[in-house]
């Protein structure tokens, strides 16, 4: 009998990469695996808000992911990667370690959960955190309140931190209590994962599901590789076609004077009269509203 790991333990020298296991299959077809993989329950209800869940294209690839339950999804900018990031952490219903390379990475997935999922009625409810980002002194919430962490390496059922958090001293110290505490890992923009310093953090998480999206799964060194070790190869590709934007042209019958058109800064001098322009402004902002009321993200330029 042999012992194959596929998550690195202290003093381990040797381990297996996971994007590997469907090899063993190919080569000896008659073995069994004994899975030692973690997976412990959110012990959460968790659920997507009332018409917060996925759109079509974005739930074709969650299937796509779902049948292997591990691996990168590539997804273009804009695509609503952040969404489909929520849906799977509800879907999965375990413990969940969201690790990123930027701190603005990790916030903007904890802004999410707050705005698609009810994780805030669930804290409530519990009196306690469920999400929250490792080792921050102080947590706020969206909605302003605000409490300090207890004490130096609590983690919460859906703890959000960055690589270089669990690669420094304390951090280090840390690891081998938190490799069998989640049964998803969720990287940020994957292919920074490929850096040596990050790999040795994602390795030793024994989690049971693994993903990552990104627009750019391969990189110029061709480390990507690296990549599909610990989280598995490109199982799903969104569509470019639903990072296409809708552009609209809204006439508002407000006239420029031919003064702001004269002197160097004519742009600025224009946007200067717009934008102190009341009724400009308030068509401009009945506009928007339409839009949010209709669930669209805008972007005003």
């Given amino acids: ?62 299937d796509q992911w779902a049948r292997y339950k591990y691996g990168l999804i590539e997804a273009p900018t804009g695509w609503g990667k952040s969404v489909l990031e929520c849906f799977q952490i509800v879907q999965l219903g375990v413990r969940t370690l969201v690790l990123a390379a930027e701190t603005t990475h990790i916030k903007v997935l904890y802004e999410a959960l707050y705005e698609h999922t009810n994780i805030e009625d669930l804290e409530k409810e519990a009196g306690c955190a469920i999400v929250g980002i490792l080792n921050e002194e102080t947590k706020f919430k969206p909605s302003g309140t605000k409490y300090t962490r207890p004490q130096y390496g609590a983690y919460y059922p859906i703890t959000l931190t960055t690589f270089q958090a669990l690669n420094s001293d304390r951090g280090k110290k840390l690891l081998p209590e938190l490799a069998d505490k989640f049964g998803f890992m969720l990287l940020e ?58 552009v609209q042209f809204i006439h508002t019958q407000i006239l420029v004077p031919d003064s702001c058109f004269k002197g ?30 209709a669930g669209r993200k805008v972007l005003l330029y």
């Fill in 1 to 62: 009998e042999i012992e194959v790991l596929t998550w690195k333990r202290e003093g381990d020298e040797y381990l297996f990469p996971r994007g590997d296991l469907g090899k063993l299959d190919k080569v000896f077809h008659d073995f069994h695996i004994d899975d030692k993989r973690a997976a412990p329950a959110l012990g959460y209800d968790l659920q997507m808000k009332e018409g917060h869940s996925l759109y079509p294209h974005q739930q074709v690839v969650y």
């Fill in 189 to 246: 923009e994957p292919q920074h994962e490929a850096a040596e310093t990050f790999h040795t953090v994602s390795k030793t998480m024994n989690c049971y599901y693994r993903s990552g999206a990104t627009a750019t799964p391969t990189r110029g060194d061709r480390m990507e590789c690296v990549i599909y070790d610990t989280i598995g190869p490109i199982v799903a590709i969104a569509s470019q076609k639903a990072a296409i934007p809708k």
């Fill in 264 to 293: 160097m800064y004519v742009w600025s001098t224009v946007a200067s009269h717009l934008a102190s322009n009341r009724t400009y402004f308030d068509r401009i902002l009945d506009q928007l509203n339409d839009d949010f009321k």
